[in-house]
């Protein structure tokens, strides 16, 4: 069973929201915040500070738990985000400290 994390990610007005799971959270992030992928999405939007994010057990969990996020609302995805980061702060740095790159 190989892990796996989803993630949020917003831009520095936090004004708009992805959702992507990864088996590799750090090195994910840091290909956000190096627009890894030029016409991506996230490179388009700035979308590169990570707000939220869960570990699962299973990647195929993560996958589902990606699937459940993506069709909530907005608001709830607010309302996850805030339960957890309610000044929005970037969890980068935090991640680092507790995974292995």
Not at 70 to 76: A, D, E, N
Not at 77 to 86: A, F, G, R, T, V
Request: charged share 30%; net charge positive; glycine share 6%.
């Amino acid at each position: 069973m190989k892990p796996g994390f989803i993630y949020i990610v917003t831009n520095k007005n936090n004004t708009a929201l992805y959702i992507g799971v990864t088996s590799k959270l750090p090195t994910r992030i840091l290909e956000h915040k190096k627009k890894k992928f030029k016409n991506s999405f996230t490179a388009k939007y700035n979308l590169d500070k990570l707000v939220y994010w869960e570990s699962i057990q299973d990647i195929g969990d993560a996958i589902g738990r990606e699937k459940q996020l993506k069709g909530g609302s907005r608001q709830k995805k607010l309302d996850l985000i805030n339960s957890i980061n309610p000044d929005w702060n970037d969890l980068y740095e935090s991640i680092l400290s507790v995974m292995d790159l």
